[in-house]
């Protein structure tokens, strides 16, 4: 039988080579190579509250592993981020009921699917934009801009060539800074991120980190005490899981 010849990036490690950094690491980083310990600590940020179910938590930090030895095998990175989603289907398994109403499980199937879990999740509050950085953060950033818009309008309407900016003002954020529903957008993008990883896929990218940080912060707001309360027949769901 003919061995098929691969490049030694994507080969099995011999014992001299497993700690090694996969050549890719070092071929897409810049300028400056990145160490591991850099790597370690961009992973090491990304936590899960302490209310999370240690099964949960497992296959969780099973994703963060791979992550971290995606610096030495590059194609563990959408390894890292299927696993990541696969953490998140079971936490949101055995957090809402064992049966949800349509159009979130079909009647004759016996276990939802990630789309209908998530979108049942959102739409009974669980999962909220204000528990997602990156859309603080969004707001923030849009407000601090909309300020400096409306502060460049005041120069131009009073013909100031000077104008000074209190840097550590508090910002005024506004529904319309708030607008971006980052929650929506998830409900379509992370199930088919997760179909197209499932079925087979030659993707290849280190950008990962903030689907990892996604699942985070969801399984993060799920298992909030907050939400324990938010909607009925979830704990029943929970030990049914």
């Known amino acids: ?31 400056t190579p990145p160490s591991l310990a850099i790597h370690h600590r961009e992973i090491e940020a990304i936590q899960l509250t302490g209310a999370v179910p240690e099964d949960v938590a497992i296959q969780f930090e ?14 563990f990175y959408p ?16 957090r809402l009921p064992k049966r949800l109403p349509q159009p979130y499980q079909h009647p004759k199937r016996p276990h939802a699917m990630l789309a209908g879990l998530l979108g049942y999740a959102i ?10 950085r990156r859309w603080l953060q969004t707001a923030e950033d849009r407000a601090r801009q909309r300020r400096l818009m409306e502060s460049l309008q005041t120069m131009i309407e009073q013909q100031l060539e000077i104008m000074e ?22 409900r379509k993008s992370l199930p088919d991120l997760r179909n197209e990883l499932a079925h087979g896929s030659s993707m290849l ?9 996604l699942v985070a912060e969801i399984l993060s707001q799920i298992y909030t005490t907050d939400a324990d309360s938010t909607t009925s027949g979830t704990s029943q769901g929970q030990q049914a899981g």
């Open 123 to 132: 739409d009974q509050g669980l999962i909220r934009n204000g528990g997602f």
């Open 205 to 213: 990218t280190n950008q990962v980190l903030g689907t990892i940080e």
């Open 1 to 31: 039988m003919r061995s098929i010849i691969l490049n030694a990036a994507e080969s099995l490690r011999s014992p001299d080579t497993a700690a090694e950094p996969d050549p890719r690491t070092m071929m897409f980083a810049g300028q």
């Open 165 to 186: 900016i209190d840097k550590d003002e508090p910002i005024n954020i506004t529904p319309e800074d708030q607008s971006w529903d980052l929650v929506q957008i998830l």
């Open 79 to 94: 390894v890292a981020q299927s696993q990541a989603l696969f953490a998140l289907e079971l936490g949101l398994k055995l």
């Open 62 to 75: 099973t994703a963060r592993n791979l992550y971290l030895y995606a610096w030495h095998v590059y194609r």
